[in-house]
């Protein structure tokens, strides 16, 4: 089971941090990812991250974005900074399917039922 959690409504240049609780699986033992979706749209890919920490961020927010994970609490974390209005979306934690993982892909076997954030004056 994946449950996020953290969104809500921010002003541009603001900072929110989702977290995704996690059960039912070893998750120390996945490779997890953080994807969006904006109503009318394709989801989106956003962050992944590896067994050892290792992540990835699409290009529109590196340097803004940080993912993260707590294997001890089984919880996956995006700490979201300098937030801009194109950033609004439903956030899911997502685990990606085996032939997805490193190549950017919204191709999950499970994920949650996302949470809203919406980046708005």
């Known amino acids: 089971q994946l449950v996020e959690s953290g969104g809500g409504l921010i002003q541009p240049g603001g900072s929110l941090r989702l977290s995704c609780r996690t059960s039912?699986?070893?998750?120390?033992?996945?490779?997890m990812t953080w994807a969006r979706q904006v109503p009318g749209k394709e989801l989106e890919w956003v962050c992944e991250i590896g067994l050892d920490g290792r992540a990835d961020c699409a290009d529109s927010v590196k340097g803004r974005f940080t993912i993260s994970r707590d294997n001890w609490m089984s919880t996956l974390s995006l700490q979201m900074d300098n937030l801009k209005i194109e950033d609004t979306a439903v956030y899911y934690c997502?685990?990606?399917?085996?032939?997805?993982?490193?190549?950017?892909?919204?191709?999950?076997?499970?994920r949650g039922p996302g949470t809203q954030v919406t980046v708005s004056s």
């Open positions: 997502a685990i990606p399917k085996t032939g997805s993982v490193g190549r950017r892909l919204v191709d999950f076997t499970a």
């Open positions: 039912g699986f070893a998750f120390n033992l996945y490779v």
